[in-house]
């Protein structure tokens, strides 16, 4: 999710406003999600598409939609487990847990041509090929050889995944990786049609019409800044557990304009801003809920301010995050200064990770100390860079006033960007420090904390830590739980608590009103936001 799935990403793209919301369109509706006998959900977004390439997608929007239109190896259920989705059934693995063989099953393309074991070995190579350019190709780096590709030391075709035969896939990795499975089931691990791909050239996934679908959905229509539409698959492998007949998805920036709708009866789903809890709290379709994404403040290593450590730590200790869970967001959110979310991670024990951890906390006298010792007592201007939502900007705001209360002779100048914009320029490094959003991709703590290694491609914010890069390798190669999760802790502690490279702010919650005829619409804890393979209205 992060960037998805980010964000990735995303995840939290409730909280800045960025949620699904199942709408109507009007017209034939019946104000209950079916329109002319047909179920068709309709959902509304505050972000447009930013790509649909598996190699390319880096934010909650484009893996949602891949993960609805794409089939991987495995998928997640409705309760979020990873189950065999084009793998026939659970792989052989090698004794020494780092080699898999995966049977496929029948399955075919949306234009008829069968998915053989071939199109997840262009996929995968195509996604580590540093010509590329795919920001997540680290995801891939449990897989032989995948680090050493990106980095441009080895050839592709060193990647260790090979075609037995048309329907027989095998796996190395570097060593065993407890996650695998579960990592199989993310959009950048889905299958592509080489010929299809090579045929469409750079015009390859720019629009509905070049792209080929495997999943239970496939991309019929895109009215840029206005909305898309996906229709049921007829080719899928498993088309008779998929309910729904079509999604159709509405950029709508405003939460106020969807509420509206779910009072007119046109809308089934509606996210909450804080302002309408109270309104609905008594209402039958009011729920909340905690999520798995994390709202944090990001500092660019190489600006000229936040270069210096105690910079950064001024910012942390400067803000009360009260005022944002109980004011702004009242939804459910909890203050963290983890980046692991909770009950996400569980020990063998069932002690959840992030019990006991507080890396930092409010203190506006030291971070106004912090501050002078950082710029020496001068005046000093600074950029927070943000999403244009309603939500996003009202915390932006907050965190200006907090931060200019709190800290001597600073101004804070809040740059709300479009979604792309802002993603554009967090890669491009063009920000002091930015409120951004991030998402599990899989359940495990290297899919938050693997972002910040030296040489991660999504590593914007240049965090350079030969220590913390060292650690992180360490607890990839333990195969022990316990002892790998206390190895993440190590390295998170050095990350937050030492070095202050990021600032977790919140754990996000959602609010939202849903109407009772809607099934198995739920947001998921890793990945892409929503299945709606599993989504049924009754």
Known sequence: MKKKSILLMMTLILALGSVLAACSTGGDSDGDGSSNGEKVLRLTDTSDITTADPALATDAVAFNLIANTMEGLYRLDKDGNAVPALAESEPEVSEDGTVYTFKLRDAEWSNGEPVTANDFVY????????????????????????????????????????????????????????SFLSLTSFGTFTPINEAFATEAGEDFSTNPENLLYNGPFTWTNWDREQGYVLTKNDTYWDKENVALDSVDVKVVKETSTVVNLYEA???????????????????????????????????????????????????ARAVDPSGIIDQLLNNGSMATTSF????????????????????????????????????????????????DSEVSKQISEYMKGQIESNLPNVTVEIAQQPFNNKLEREANGDYQMSFALWGPDYQDPLTNLGIFT?????????????????????????????????????????????????????????????????????????????QYKYVDIK
């Open 123 to 178: 996929a995968w190579q195509r996604a580590v090929d540093p010509a590329t350019g795919s920001q997540y190709a680290y995801i891939m780096n449990t897989i032989k050889n995948a680090e050493a590709i990106n980095t441009g030391d080895t050839p592709k075709e060193e990647l260790g995944v090979k075609a037995i035969d048309e329907k027989t896939l095998e796996v190395t990795l570097e060593r065993p990786d407890p």
């Open 454 to 530: 030296s040489n991660n491609g999504q590593n914007d914010i240049k965090y350079k830590s030969s220590e913390y890069d060292k650690l992180i390798n360490e607890a990839s190669a333990e195969t022990n739980i316990d002892a790998r999760y206390d190895l993440f802790k190590e390295a998170e502690a050095l990350l937050i608590e030492q070095d202050q490279a990021i600032m977790p702010i919140y754990q996000a919650g959602v609010a939202y009103l849903i109407r009772p005829n809607i099934e198995n619409f739920n947001r998921q804890l890793f990945g892409a936001d929503y």
């Open 340 to 387: 692991i979310p909770k009950d996400f991670i569980k020990y063998e024990d069932g002690t959840d990770y992030t019990e006991g951890v507080k890396y930092f906390e409010t203190n506006a006298d030291e971070a106004a100390s912090l501050w002078e010792d950082a710029t020496g007592g001068e005046a000093t201007t600074i950029e927070l860079l943000s999403f």
């Open 265 to 315: 009866g046109d809308v089934d789903y509606a996210g909450l801003a804080s302002e309408q809890v109270a309104a609905f709290q008594e209402d039958e379709d009011y729920n909340t809920g905690l999520r798995s994404s994390i709202g944090y403040f990001k500092f660019n290593h190489e600006d000229e301010i936040f270069s210096d450590v105690n910079a950064r730590k001024a910012i």
